[in-house]
């Protein structure tokens, strides 16, 4: 018998590393809207790369994700993946911490991706942090700058 394998422009991977945080485990995921065709659990279910699953969000404009955590969590490491196929915009998202059950927030970095498709449609992020006792990590997701209206989307999001 053949063996074979068909080949995909677009591979994706789940490539979970050994020292992320189980979010499902960890934390309560608090989303403003979601797309019910691409609901946030595919930000983090460990699928990455272009054509992998994602989060939309419902409705444009701006979008907060909060992962609200059962007890308090040392964040090494945040790894982001976010694609954009079909529209060339500008997101911008600004990452926060808060250390005292989410009532104030530290933000801790805020970044652009410009999309271009088809040339650039996937941005892969990893920042190295030192944050002890978080109770809530939030991200606020601005979908393009220059005001049109647009989805906020998030391909992964994880934390070691």
Request: hydrophobic residues 35%; charged residues 25%; aromatic residues 4%.
């Amino acid at each position: 018998m053949l063996r074979k394998k068909i080949l995909t422009t677009h591979q994706t991977t789940s490539s979970r590393g050994a020292a992320e945080k189980d979010i499902a485990a960890v934390a309560t995921v608090l989303v403003s809207s979601e797309d019910p065709r691409h609901p946030i659990d595919y930000a983090f279910d460990g699928q990455r790369g272009p054509g992998a699953s994602r989060w939309i969000a419902a409705q444009s404009g701006e979008q907060a994700l909060i992962l609200a955590f059962d007890t308090p969590q040392t964040i090494r490491k945040i790894l982001v993946e976010v694609e954009e196929p079909e529209i060339s915009r500008t997101q911008e998202m600004a990452v926060s911490i808060s250390q005292d059950g989410g009532q104030t927030y530290r933000e801790l970095m805020r970044q652009e991706y410009n999309f271009s498709p088809p040339g650039t449609t996937l941005e892969h992020e990893e920042w190295s942090i030192k944050a002890d006792a978080v109770s809530h990590l939030q991200l606020r997701i601005k979908p393009d700058k220059g005001g049109k209206a647009g989805r906020a989307t998030l391909t992964t999001v994880a934390l070691e």
